[in-house]
């Protein structure tokens, strides 16, 4: 039986990391990447793809649905990484300050509504009328997609997104209660720390809007020098909050955020590339949990939801957890902007009156099935050496390769989405193998040296490994925590080999019955319930998405193991 029309929204990101959800009768049924469909990392605009497979999942409704669309307009065409690049480099130039001198001036508002009839051109291209398109502002969709699906949805919370800009808008403080959301307070694009943490990625040779985690994982290995401290204290100078404001800003003298490439040059001239990650990543902990102090002070709300591109730093989020103000917190899953799309349906969503459910386990993609498998198998095996045969207890053979220190493959059941790979879409090792780190790396990561892997472990064992400052639980792989000195040991192969951090995914029977089963297998065989767990892609790839993308980076890399569904398969 179909849904009324007014019961489903789909919801639309169209840019950098574009992505496609839908909710039907307030329970999110579809989040998807369009990265995982053209297999073009980041790949933006409007998504074709996830929007033709969102108006089938919609059935009868499909060509009523409601379309909640990320952001007030769009700047299409600037996704790809040459032109981010080009777009950080020229930013100090004359014509990058002339451009932010003009925002929110009327040649900006006249810019912007061009924006949004290309958007709109877009979008009728596709078979979506304008009269159907429902812009929700940036940063009200990041808040809807915190609070909406948090842990508390019958108290007051307060809701805190940060990211680099949306609307020129980068921060934003809210109170969720009744489900509605009133903005308290806000910060402006040009005083934004999630640019300035690009413009550091940027200038360490790195890749803005996707390198931003190489920088934090840097971090560690300088935090407690003295140089780090100095170079913290150089980004806090640029800086304030005013009185008992819930809002930093800039200092007099420091430029945009958006015009300030060779302002930050020059400060930082003469500082070593080490010091000066780990002097942004001190500072951004810093700011972020005095702003989080400052908002709960002024609310006396204790339990926060957090949403934005800034919040996919683990260890920022470590920092914000450990204040004693804090209570407790949540953060969404994959908060970038890929996360928009659900963030938007929702706020459609319940503004139509829809009571929005629990989002569940983060498996929203199409699923792998056993024939799809075989077929992407028979294909591959007439002209490659390939054993191929279907287990029938698929888990069980899976965890007996990993015990024996075999590197294994995993694509089975629906996609999860976002950034973290969730079990299903995985390459898994022992995790009290350093060498696995080495051996994943050859065979098909080239992951940069200094980086860390992460583990997935038994929820319910999940404590014999780490502590956490208060007692969140972590599904998605959204915070940091720190091993437990006696239990080290058991997985340096998946925690960070300096400050002894890791950022887990507790899997639980509830939210992956076949990865659960697969991790308690390996326990039995190995005496230990944690594996190490990294995203099943070649360097530089989206992460598989159908069987077939499966087959193809298992015969493009040096991997020789893999759960392909049910089927097991071995390189000969």
């Not at 326990?523 to 360097?539: D, K, P, Q, W, Y």
Request: glycine share 8%; with cysteine; net charge positive.
């Amino acid at each position: 039986m179909n849904s009324t029309p007014s019961n489903v929204v789909i919801g639309v990101h169209d840019g950098h990391n574009a992505s496609v959800a839908m909710v039907r009768d307030g329970r999110l049924e579809l989040a998807l990447q369009e990265e995982r469909v053209t297999r073009i990392k980041n790949q933006g605009d409007a998504p074709e793809n996830g929007l033709a497979l969102a108006l089938r999942m919609a059935n009868g409704s499909g060509a009523t649905a409601r379309v909640a669309l990320n952001g007030l307009y769009m700047n299409y065409g600037q996704w790809q990484r040459e032109k981010i690049l080009a777009e950080y480099r020229q930013c100090s130039a004359f014509r990058g300050r002339l451009r932010q001198s003009l925002k929110n001036t009327f040649v900006d508002r006249m810019y912007r509504s061009r924006k949004e009839s290309i958007r709109e051109e877009h979008f009728e291209a596709l078979g979506i009328e304008r009269r159907r398109l429902e812009p929700v502002e940036h940063h009200l969709a990041h808040a809807s997609a915190a609070y909406y699906t948090c842990p508390w949805p019958e108290e007051r919370v307060l809701v805190l997104t940060c990211d680099g800009s949306g609307d020129r808008v980068s921060a934003t403080v809210n109170i969720g209660e009744g489900g509605r959301l009133t903005r308290i307070a806000e910060v402006s694009e040009h005083d934004s720390i999630g640019r300035l943490y690009a413009l550091v990625t940027q200038r360490l040779g790195m890749v803005p809007l996707e390198h931003e985690y190489k920088v934090m994982g840097l971090a560690p290995y300088l935090a407690n020098a003295g140089s780090t401290a100095k170079a913290a204290e150089c980004f806090a100078s640029l800086f304030e909050f005013r009185g008992d404001s819930m809002a930093w800003r800039r200092r007099r003298g420091v430029p945009s955020m958006y015009a300030a490439a060779s302002f930050l040059d020059r400060i930082l001239d003469g500082r070593r590339f080490d010091h000066i990650a780990a002097g942004v990543q001190k500072f951004t902990e810093g700011i972020l949990s005095e702003w989080a102090i400052r908002a709960i002070r002024e609310t006396g709300i204790r339990k926060i939801a957090c949403a934005g591109g800034v919040f996919m730093n683990v260890k920022a989020n470590l920092a914000v957890l450990e204040i004693p103000e804090l209570e407790d917190m949540y953060v969404f899953p994959s908060c970038g902007d890929e996360s928009n799309s659900i963030g938007a349906a929702l706020h459609v969503a319940r503004q139509g009156g829809q009571k929005i459910l629990p989002l569940g386990p983060l498996y929203y993609g199409e699923a792998i099935t056993d024939a799809e498998a075989e077929l992407a198998l028979e294909a591959a095996a007439r002209t490659k050496r390939l054993g191929i045969r279907y287990a029938a207890d698929i888990e069980r053979t899976a965890a007996e390769k990993l015990a024996e220190g075999k590197i294994v493959a995993r694509a089975k059941g629906a996609l999860e989405f976002g950034a973290r790979a969730l079990g299903n879409r995985s390459i898994l090792a022992r995790a009290d193998s350093p060498g696995a780190v080495r051996m994943i790396n050859e065979m098909v990561k080239n992951r940069d040296f200094w980086m860390p892997f992460a583990p997935s472990v038994l929820a319910e064992k999940a404590d014999q490994y780490y502590s956490k400052p208060k007692p969140v639980a972590s599904p998605h792989m959204m915070f940091a925590f720190r091993s437990r000195p006696g239990k080290r040991a058991a997985f340096p192969a998946a925690q960070h080999p300096y400050d002894f951090t890791t950022r887990p995914q507790e899997v639980s029977a509830a939210s992956n019955p076949d990865y659960y089963r697969l991790l308690r297998e390996y326990e039995v065989c190995a005496g230990e319930g944690i594996v190490l767990n990294t995203s099943f892609n070649l360097h530089g790839e989206p992460i598989v998405y159908r069987a077939r993308d499966a087959v193809d980076v298992f015969l493009r890399s040096g991997l020789q193991y893999m759960a392909l569904g049910n089927w097991w398969v071995e390189k000969q």
